[in-house]
């Protein structure tokens, strides 16, 4: 498999198959995330374009697609960088249906660029969004997630993410990761999330290894504590589920060595 990757055994969507739409050698993205398990960001971009064709995406689904129904829960657009820079998100998006209509589609993104309506459009062709939010201003989201460039703005994102939510019917999830840098943003992170209204918050901390170290179980429970009212799910508290993966050495190219 080139484009496909696992399932992976995911704390927040179960038995999880990656679909790589970038499958770049280096990390392709619109961030440069402190904690990111595939390190530093080499391709920076926050353009769009086509890098794999969608028919080749869609044959590697067709060879596996009897298997899929009793090996995974979730198809999700991630891998090698932001799956939202892949300019026919859309078409993977309605060649998996094809192949498998009956497995739920989802994808992990940064949502930097959830301000253009046309990725909206093709985010709405998702089961599941999970959209990242890791900072309570623009400071702090420069300092963890440190956009690309300087265009690249904490509050259109998230103005972007209540306009979504409005005409979004799947579920969404605002993923927060914390780390030092934000560990003390916890209330107003919550308020921001009032405003969004996602389905889910999911409070994780880097547990695989990466340049920056996790918070401890303490410190992850008392920022729960500011997100009351909210569904929410947590790394320490999420148990993982058992999987049967394709090819062990693709997924430790998207996801890093386990701990």
């Not at 690309?148 to 103005?159: F, H, M, Q």
């Not at 918070?215 to 500011?226: A, P, T, V």
């Amino acid at each position: 498999m080139r484009f496909l990757y696992g399932p992976v055994a995911s704390w927040r969507l179960g038995r999880s198959l990656g679909v790589d739409i970038l499958s770049t050698t280096e990390k392709t993205c619109s961030f440069d995330c402190v904690y990111c398990q595939l390190g530093r960001t080499g391709n920076k971009t926050a353009e769009r374009k086509v890098y794999v064709r969608t028919e080749e995406i869609e044959r590697e689904i067709s060879e596996i697609a009897d298997t899929i129904a009793d090996t995974t829960d979730v198809i999700t657009f991630a891998g090698m960088g932001e799956p939202t820079l892949g300019a026919n998100l859309g078409e993977v998006a309605a060649a998996i249906r094809r192949q498998c209509p009956k497995t739920p589609v989802a994808i992990l993104t940064n949502a930097a660029l959830v301000t253009d309506m046309q990725v909206q459009e093709e985010l709405k062709k998702m089961d599941i969004v999970v959209a990242k939010l890791d900072a309570s201003d623009q400071s702090i989201f420069e300092k963890v997630n440190r956009p690309v460039s300087e265009e690249i703005k904490l509050e259109a994102i998230i103005e972007g993410l209540i306009e979504f939510r409005r005409g979004y019917k799947g579920r969404l999830c605002l993923q927060m990761m914390f780390v030092d840098d934000n560990k003390d943003s916890g209330a107003e992170m919550a308020r921001i999330a009032q405003k969004i209204q996602p389905d889910e918050v999911q409070l994780n901390t880097p547990l695989r290894p990466c340049a920056v170290k996790p918070l401890s179980q303490e410190q992850m429970e008392g920022i729960q504590e500011h997100f009351k009212g909210f569904e929410v799910s947590s790394v320490y508290e999420k148990m993982k589920p058992e999987v049967r993966v394709i090819d062990k050495v693709e997924v430790i190219k998207r996801r890093g060595a386990e701990d």
